[in-house]
Nanobody, 128 residues
Framework: QVQPVESGGGSVAAGGSLRLSCVVS????????VAWFRQAPGREREGVAV???????TYAESVKGRFTISKDNAKNTLFLQMSSLKPEDTAMYYC??????????????????????WGQGTQVTVSS
């Protein structure tokens, strides 16, 4: 397996939008739950959204209605479209894959310990 590689982070004013991308190994989408996490300084890593092989998605309450997770199977790429960004969305964003043989929308989908493969992260900074 190859480590996921994220891109697309940057700085944006509050209310703006960004789209993150993550290239994963070719079998990830059919084998694992694939998710976006984020971690702000001094805070624990938290799950943002997860998608399964059937494109069923689950979101953290803090981003529902503003963020959209999607994937392009042919390009082995995961996306996170972020809109109406707030300063509290500022964090390092990570792509992760894991939860083999577990339901992707289970109660512990946002537990970082259940994911095996992690990217290096991409920084998102939202100014007020």
């Amino acid at each position: 397996q190859v480590q996921p590689v994220e891109s697309g982070g940057g700085s944006v004013a509050a209310g703006g939008s960004l789209r993150l991308s993550c290239v994963v190994s070719s079998d990830f989408f059919s084998t694992y739950c694939v998710a976006w996490f984020r971690q702000a300084p001094g805070r624990e890593r938290e799950g943002v959204a997860v998608i399964d092989s059937d494109d069923i998605t689950t979101y953290a309450e803090s981003v529902k209605g503003r963020f959209t997770i999607s994937k392009d199977n042919a390009k082995n790429t995961l996306f996170l479209q972020m809109s109406s960004l707030k300063p509290e969305d500022t964090a390092m964003y990570y792509c992760a894959a894991g939860r083999l043989n577990l339901p992707c929308n289970g109660g512990s989908w946002s537990a970082a310990r259940e994911y095996t493969y992690w990217g290096q992260g991409t920084q998102v900074t939202v100014s007020s």
